[in-house]
Structures are given as structure tokens and as C-alpha cells.
């Protein structure tokens, strides 16, 4: 089973900068692409960035490119999302995700919130 913990969220004022982290327990973690969703109140949940299982391929939301940086530590089991130039519309609860053989598994989710 995959257990997926996030953390880092917070506070922070338009054009701020935030660092989240998503630690993985289980087996599968080096060899499974993994990444970042964000839901906003009263809007869907959407995909912010995902990387592959090596790191080398990469792919953001048209909001987060050149704002947001996904990478990952396989040594470390842990996925990050440098988030920069922060806007108040990317508050939201921004979730971890791993895809295991069609199968998501999601982290419990950190909140984001940016001031004007």
C-alpha cells in the first residue's frame, strides 16, 4: 500500500514563494510517475505538474509554467513543487498524487492560500 503525506502549505502574500513536499511510503514510489492536483473552492480539481518516474519528463498546467517547478528525490521518496510569484487565484488545497497501474493514490492534501 502507498502512503502519501504532504506538507509545506501556508500563507503567503501575492508574488511570494512556497516549497511543498509529498513523502511516499511503499515499494512503488521510484518507478511511478507522481505529482500535483489543487482543488479551489467550488471549482474541480485540476492537474498542476507531474514527472515521471525518473524525473525526466515533466508537465505543468498552462497557469503553472514558469511559475512552478516539480521535481523529486527517489533517494528520499519525495516529490516538491517550488511554487513562485505566488497569485491569490492559485489558493487552493493542492494534493499529492502517485499512478500505480491506472490507480491513483492521493495524500490527505496541504492548504495554499495567497493574499493580495
Known amino acids: 500500500q502507498v502512503q502519501l503525506v504532504e506538507s509545506g502549505g501556508g500563507l503567503v502574500q501575492a508574488g511570494g514563494s512556497l516549497r511543498l513536499s509529498c513523502a511516499a511510503s511503499?515499494?512503488?514510489?521510484?518507478?511511478?510517475?507522481m505529482g500535483w492536483y489543487r482543488q479551489a473552492p467550488g471549482k474541480q480539481r485540476e492537474l498542476v505538474a507531474g514527472?515521471?518516474?525518473?524525473?525526466?519528463?515533466?508537465d505543468y498546467a498552462v497557469s503553472a509554467k514558469g511559475r512552478f517547478t516539480i521535481s523529486r528525490d527517489n533517494g528520499k521518496n519525495t516529490v516538491y513543487l517550488q511554487m513562485n510569484s505566488l497569485k491569490p487565484e492559485d489558493t487552493a488545497v493542492y494534493y499529492c498524487?502517485?499512478?500505480?497501474?491506472?490507480?491513483?493514490?492521493w495524500g490527505q492534501g496541504t492548504q495554499v492560500t495567497v493574499s493580495s
Open positions: 498524487y502517485l499512478l500505480s497501474s491506472s490507480q491513483y493514490y
Open positions: 511503499g515499494s512503488t514510489f521510484s518507478v511511478k510517475p
Open positions: 514527472i515521471s518516474s525518473g524525473g525526466v519528463t515533466t
